[in-house]
């Protein structure tokens, strides 16, 4: 195959303008410059690409294998350009770090807030994502590093323990669940809560926890953080979900009342992962080993606490 970006661009707007003749428009290309190169591509890998029909085109088989790697290949060749350009202007390393919630809501940004201090001539692109969407970010090569939780397969991945991570319920001191210590999830679906916002890994987590067991969070608002849904929960608004440590950090300024989740998947433990560490680069490698020292650091303050 001997298919270029320009070649992958066009086929890209033609998937997602459904035509094209649409197509080229975005490509700013004649239309009959356009399909000979569509049609160029399909000659030289053999293979009907696309469906052409009066009112445009749809994806053959063959077609959506190529639409899948154009769109890596081209993220990955828009970030290779970011990264030169950042190169050219003094930063000398770029991190590309995938994480759930949970791990954010812990001991993640002072750790990474260290490294950073540590090596000012490096970046760190950080996005907040579901752990499965991490293993296949990783597998796809369009992130270096994913911390996530070890409830999902990664098998073909390099693992590092990084913390653990315990999700708590949260009431009001009068709540009709206060009475309680512990309780099922699917129990406290049955009351009102404050939830995180579209886009939160962890939302998304809780969302089909409950959609598993046929039920669904009745939300009174939705908020930014975790930090401001204890605060509503304080204020008697409704309930929420929060890892442990922030259940316990806010305890000590807010009214509420936390209850331990019973269910099996409440308490995991959160892991470091990438493809291959010594194909990583220096300053990436240097970061995972940053995050393996922490973490090798809280194993042994744990063991060094007298049992009571």
């Not at 690409?49 to 749809?58: A, D, E, H, T």
């Not at 605060?231 to 009342?257: C, D, F, Q, S």
């Not at 331990?260 to 892991?271: M, S």
Request: glycine share 4%.
């Amino acid at each position: 195959m001997r298919f270029d970006l320009s070649d992958l661009a066009l086929f890209l707007h033609v998937v997602d303008t459904g035509s094209i003749t649409a197509g080229a428009e975005r490509a700013n290309l004649a239309l009959a410059s356009a399909s000979t190169r569509i049609r160029g591509m399909e000659d030289d890998l053999g293979e009907v690409l696309l469906v052409r029909q009066k009112r445009g085109v749809s994806l053959t088989p063959s077609g959506e294998a190529l639409a899948h790697h154009a769109r890596i290949l081209l993220r990955q060749h828009n970030k290779m350009r970011e990264e030169l350009r950042e190169y050219t202007q003094g930063l000398r390393g770029h991190i590309r770090l995938m994480c759930n919630t949970a791990s954010l809501s812990k001991s993640l940004p002072d750790l990474l807030g260290l490294f950073l201090e540590a090596h000012p001539n490096i970046n760190i692109d950080l996005e907040e994502r579901l752990s499965h969407e991490i293993v296949a970010a990783l597998m796809e090569q369009t992130t270096d590093v994913g911390i996530l939780a070890n409830s999902v397969d990664v098998a073909n991945l390099e693992v590092f323990p990084f913390s653990h991570d315990r999700m708590t319920l949260i009431t009001p001191p009068d709540h009709p669940l206060a009475k309680t210590k512990k309780i099922y999830f699917s129990d406290a679906l049955n009351y009102d809560f404050i939830g995180l916002q579209e886009g939160s890994a962890l939302q998304e987590f809780l969302t089909e926890r409950a959609i598993r067991i046929g039920k669904r969070f009745k939300y009174r608002v939705r908020m930014r953080s975790f930090d401001t849904v204890c605060r509503m929960v304080a204020r008697n608004i409704g309930i929420g979900v929060v890892p442990e440590a922030v259940a316990a950090r806010n305890k000590k300024t807010l009214k509420i009342h936390t209850l331990q989740l019973q269910d099996n998947w409440a308490t995991r433990e959160l892991i470091i992962c990438v493809r291959s560490l010594n194909d990583l680069p220096t300053q990436t490698r240097h970061l995972v080993e940053h995050l393996q020292r922490s973490a090798e650091q809280k194993v042994r303050a744990r063991r060094k606490v007298p049992r009571r």
